[in-house]
C-alpha cells in the first residue's frame, strides 16, 4: 500500500556530512522540532486541586505512570503517559501496520530481542520502499507503538508492564479501566476503548493471544494470559450491556515464598512454623477467604513446605500455581467444542471432576486443587479421608458459612466429609492504618464431630488481633498434637521443633531470601541435615 505524497512531505528527515539539523515538516500548526527532543513528553498538570503523588518509570524512555490525586473528588488517577504522535506520525503508523499485517511472514522466533529486531528492521525496510526518511526522534515514536501493538499488550501494555496493579478491569466501551494498585487501591486509569469495534478485536486477539477462542457463540471465557495472569473475559453485549469487557488478575513472575508472607505480615514466623509443621507431615488445608485476599498466593507459598521427592499432583482450570518440585504434575482442564450433549457437556471437555479421579490413580502423597466449586469438592474430600494430603482454595468470610456451604447445592457434602479437613485458614484483606493489607485472621483446627448435635468440633489455634496488628496463640493446637504423636515427641520436643523452624523462618528473613528455588533448597538442607543448618541460623542470628 502505497502512502500519499502528502505524507511523505510532512516526514522528510535527513542528516547532512553526519551532522544532524533541525528540519521543518511542512503541516498545518506544525513546529520546528529538533530529532533529539524527548520522544515521550510528561505533560504539565493543569487542573486545578490534582497534585502529583509519585511518577515511575515504565520503560525509559518511552513511557511513565503518574498517579494523581483530585482533593476536589478525593480520588487517585493512573495515568499512562506514552509517546505523543502528532497528526502526521499516526497517519504513518496506520499505513505501516497495514504493511506489516500483510507483508510479515510465519517465522520461528524465540527470543523476545529478536522478535523486536526483526519488527524493527522490517519496519525501515517499508519506510525505504515508501521513500520516507524520518526524523530519529519521529522513528523511535512509530516503532515503539509497532512493537507495543505487535508484541506487547497494546493499549494496556503499561499497565502490564508496571509492577505495581493487581487487577485490570475494562467494564466497556467509553468506560475508563480501573486499577487495583498495591499502594493506593482502586482508581481509574486515562486509558479507554472508545470504540465498540476496537475493543471486540482487542477481546479476540487477547484471547487468540492466551491460546483460546471467543465469539459471539460463546461469548465468556477464562484463561491464563501468556505472562501467567488469570483473565476472564466477555465479548459484545450479548453478556453484558456496555459492550466487551476484561478483567486481568495479576501474579507475580516469580511466586511469593513464605519469607513474603512475614515481610507483608500476612502471616508471623510462629504461624509459619505451624504452617510449615503442618504442611510437612500431611494435614490437609483449606484456605478461605473473600475474592482478592491473596488465597492462591498463599498456597503457592505453603506448597514450599513439601518435602522434595514427595509426588504431586496439581489440578486448576487456570494456571497459577508454580512450584520447584521436580516429582509434580501439573494438570489443566479444558473446554470443550461445539453443543453441548444432554448432560450439559460438550465434545472434548475435561472438568475437574475427571481431572481429579485420573489424580487420585497417580498414587499422589499430595493433592492441590486450585479452587473447589462443586462436584469436585466430594472427590477432594474424600482423598482427604483416606488419607491423602489436600490443599485447596474456597470462597468463604468465615468457618461457619465454609461448611453452609459445602453442605449445601451444589456441593451437598456429608459432614463427616468436612470433618476429613485438618485445618481451614481463614485470610482476609483488611485495612491496617490507612493501608488495604492482607491479613491471616484465624487459624482453625477442625478436631472431629459432636457424637450427640453432630456440631463440629474446632479450635482457634491462632488469631489475628486488629486492635494491635497483632497475632495470638491460643496455647493449644491438635496438629501439634497429632504430629507429636506421629513422631513419638513429648510436647516439649514438639515446643522445641517448632521454634527451631521459627528460627529458621527468622534467619531466611533476615538474609532476605526472596526466590523461591533458594528458599526450597534450604528447607530441603532441614529435611536432609537438621543439625548442620540449626548450626549455620544460630551463628547467624547471634552476629
Known sequence: ??????????????????????????????????????????????????????????????????????????????????????????????????????????????????????????????????????????????????????????????????????????????????????????????????????????????????????????????????????????????VTQRGSSFTIRRFEEEPYTPIHLIHFKTFNPEMMAYAWIAMEHGQSMLICGGTASGKTTTLNAMLLFIPPQMKIVSIEDTRELNLPHDNWVPLLTRSGFGETDDSGVKAGEIDMFELLQAALRQRPQYLMVGEVRGAEAYVVFQAMATGKAAYTTFHADDVQTFVNRMENDPINLPRALVAALDVVLLQGKVKVGTKMTRRIKAITEIVGIEPDSNELITNQAYTWNPADDSFNYSGHSYVYTRVAQQKNWTAREMDREVKRRKMVLEYLDKKNILNYRDFAKITSSYYRDKKYVMELVQEELEK
Not at 52 to 68: A, H, K, M
Not at 145 to 164: A, C, K, L, S, T
Not at 190 to 214: C, P, T
Open 1 to 238: 500500500m502505497a502512502v500519499s505524497d502528502k505524507i511523505k512531505e510532512k516526514l522528510i528527515s535527513f542528516s547532512m556530512n553526519g551532522k544532524p539539523k533541525k528540519v521543518y515538516m511542512p503541516s498545518k500548526g506544525s513546529k520546528e522540532r529538533s530529532y533529539d527532543e524527548e520522544i515521550t513528553k510528561i505533560p504539565k498538570i493543569v487542573s486545578e486541586g490534582v497534585k502529583e503523588i509519585e511518577i515511575n518509570t515504565i520503560n525509559d524512555p518511552y513511557t511513565y505512570v503518574r498517579i494523581t490525586y483530585d482533593n476536589k473528588s478525593n480520588e487517585y488517577t493512573y495515568e499512562v503517559i506514552e509517546p505523543d504522535l502528532d497528526e502526521d506520525e499516526d497517519a504513518l503508523l496506520k499505513t505501516v501496520k497495514e504493511r506489516l499485517i500483510e507483508e510479515v511472514e510465519l517465522v520461528d522466533i524465540e527470543e523476545n530481542e529478536d522478535r523486536k529486531r526483526y519488527l524493527e528492521n522490517k519496519v525501515r525496510i517499508i519506510l525505504k520502499e515508501m521513500d520516507i526518511r524520518l526524523k530519529p526522534v519521529s522513528e523511535q515514536r512509530v516503532l515503539y507503538y509497532i512493537i507495543r501493538d505487535f508484541m506487547g499488550f497494546g493499549p494496556i501494555d503499561v499497565i502490564m508492564n508496571d509492577v505495581d496493579p493487581e487487577d485490570i478491569s475494562c467494564d466497556g466501551v467509553g468506560i475508563p479501566i480501573f486499577v487495583f494498585h498495591r499502594k493506593y487501591g482502586s482508581m481509574k486509569s486515562n486509558v479507554v476503548f472508545e470504540d465498540a469495534g476496537e475493543l471486540d478485536n482487542f477481546v479476540i486477539w487477547i484471547a487468540q493471544r492466551s491460546g483460546k477462542h471467543i465469539s459471539v457463540a460463546d461469548p465468556m471465557l477464562d484463561a491464563t494470559m501468556p505472562d501467567g495472569s488469570r483473565l476472564q473475559q466477555t465479548l459484545g453485549t450479548h
